[in-house]
């Protein structure tokens, strides 16, 4: 599940005895926005003077968020550079991915390991962010620590949400709710309801 602490709850009330997995997506995402978003708006405004500069890094929001697996050769370059020029980034776009490498980690003793290693380099680090972030996500370690026992995600049913949005946008939405329905059984054929 995501961090959301209702539904933390509606577990522990109704299902005490259930482990809860927090989702990499979401935790990465949530990292994202507020962590890297706010290093690289703060390290571009520290660029005021030299108008070049802070628009280059302003417009590197999408390929410091992107898995580097999904760069192109252009973007991947775009990236190094800003990486190897600015400190703050780069520290921040290499803690993100060790925080990314909790969810494969063997077990939960390798996974606590890990984070505690994660959390040391945060201090080191003196960011600010990355320090509230680390503090903040510290009281969902339980389930984080838990995906190494249980690999869980919601990655198909993130999908899902997203592909029945889109279809709900397409259409600027439906009056007639029997024909939104049949246009998202449409557009999952052979999944059942």
């Known amino acids: 599940m995501d961090m959301n602490t209702a539904f933390d709850l509606e577990v522990q009330t109704h299902c005490p005895n259930a482990r809860i997995i927090y989702d990499m997506f979401h935790v990465v995402a949530k990292f994202g926005r507020e962590v890297m978003d706010r290093v690289r708006v703060d390290q571009a405004n520290q660029l005021k003077a030299d108008k070049k500069a802070r628009r280059w890094i302003k417009r590197s929001r999408w390929v410091l968020l992107k898995n580097r697996e999904n760069l192109n050769a252009k973007q991947q370059s775009y990236l190094d550079e800003i990486l190897s020029i600015n400190r703050d980034l780069m520290i921040t776009h290499l803690l993100g991915a060790l925080l990314k490498e909790l969810w494969y980690?063997?077990?939960?003793?390798q996974a606590q390991g890990l984070w505690e290693v994660w959390c040391q380099q945060v201090r080191e680090s003196g960011i600010q962010p990355l320090i509230n972030f680390?503090?903040?996500?510290?009281?969902?370690?339980?389930?984080?620590?838990?995906?190494?026992?249980y690999?869980?995600?919601?990655c198909t049913l993130e999908g899902?949400?997203?592909?029945?949005k889109l279809i709900k946008r397409m259409g600027y939405g439906y009056r007639d709710t029997e024909y939104f329905f049949l246009k998202i059984k449409a557009a999952f054929p052979g999944k059942p309801r």
């Open 151 to 154: 690999h869980l995600n919601t």
């Open 134 to 149: 680390a503090r903040k996500l510290k009281p969902y370690l339980h389930g984080i620590v838990a995906s190494a026992s």
């Open 160 to 164: 899902i949400n997203n592909k029945i």
């Open 105 to 109: 980690c063997e077990s939960e003793k």
